[in-house]
């Protein structure tokens, strides 16, 4: 039998000044370092490592995956599922009028997803790991809250009564966010996506003729009609652009979004700052008017 790791899990932090608050200077928001995805490869490799039956990690992970495929299949055919990460079942989102409901129903007005409850032991995990926060001094440049899809970027009021939109391949996404403006004259100025869930790092660039909109608040790209369904992404935006938007910096900035998003999922940001602060003026002021260009 597989032996527990005696060593505890460590929870890396990252503590970011929590600017929207205008009357306190010294308060944080935390949020999660971002650390690799692991494959069910990677698990039974730590699985057979710990064993003391010298079990085989390629058996270990067929075993783990067809478990998975069966989960899944109970789960689409109503089934809850209890296990000792927690509980899982099936929702479903979406308003028909009666007569639609005598023939087939329509799938695109219709959302379906799985809801997951931690368990005791999912929760002792947690409480028992150490806390690693690591202090982040306040953000100078671009700041990226999310990336939500091009209809809950315009329609944050369906957001709200729980009809989002999932970010898609082949669609237009949108990063919120604060001096986000892309513009300059470097080959870096644009938007990276990285693909984190395998060991592909499959990378894709988009220029900033490409981006649309381009304001300080928004910056839409299209995601790439390749992107598997829930596959997982990085970010990272390159300016040479200042706050507001228009001073032309002599060397351009670059920000990496603190949490990645998926394709078929919709955006639920952590941050403070996951929502517009306020309208976006595109090429107003930001909050620094007196950027040095030099700087």
Excluded at 46 to 66: F, H, K, M
Excluded at 96 to 121: C, H, K, N
Excluded at 267 to 291: F, H, I, K
Aim: charged share 25%; hydrophobic share 35%.
């Amino acid at each position: 039998m597989a032996k527990e790791p005696t060593q505890k899990a460590k929870l890396a932090l990252k503590a970011i000044p929590h600017t929207i608050t205008k009357d306190v200077k010294d308060d944080y928001y935390l949020t999660t370092r971002i650390q690799k995805s692991l494959t069910m490869d990677d698990l039974a490799a730590e699985v057979a490592a710990l064993s003391t039956r010298q079990e085989d990690p390629e058996d270990i992970a067929r075993t783990g995956n067809a478990l998975l495929r069966r989960l899944m299949w109970y789960l689409s055919s109503g089934y809850s599922i209890s296990t000792e990460m927690g509980h899982f079942r099936v929702t479903v989102k979406g308003i028909l009028r009666e007569q639609e409901l005598v023939d087939a129903p329509d799938r695109s007005r219709i959302t379906l997803g799985v809801s997951y409850a931690m368990s005791d032991a999912m929760r002792q995990a947690l409480d028992d790991a150490e806390l690693d926060i690591e202090i982040q001094k306040a953000t100078v440049g671009p700041q990226l809250y999310s990336v939500v899809s091009g209809h809950d970027a315009d329609h944050p009021d369906a957001v709200t009564r729980g009809e989002s939109v999932p970010v898609s391949a082949g669609e237009l996404c949108v990063i919120k966010g604060k001096n986000i403006k892309v513009g300059g004259t470097g080959e870096d100025i644009g938007v990276t996506l990285r693909r984190v869930d395998d060991s592909s790092g499959t990378t894709v660039f988009i220029p900033a003729s490409r981006l649309s909109p381009n304001t300080n608040t928004r910056v839409g790209f299209v995601m790439p009609a390749s992107a598997p369904d829930q596959s997982e992404w990085e970010v990272t935006l390159c300016t040479q652009l200042g706050s507001n938007g228009q001073t032309l910096l002599k060397e351009a900035r670059t920000s990496v979004m603190p949490d990645t998003f998926f394709v078929g999922q919709t955006s639920t940001p952590t941050t403070p700052g996951g929502s517009d602060d306020g309208e976006d003026s595109g090429d107003g002021p930001g909050d620094d008017q007196t950027e040095d260009p030099l700087a």
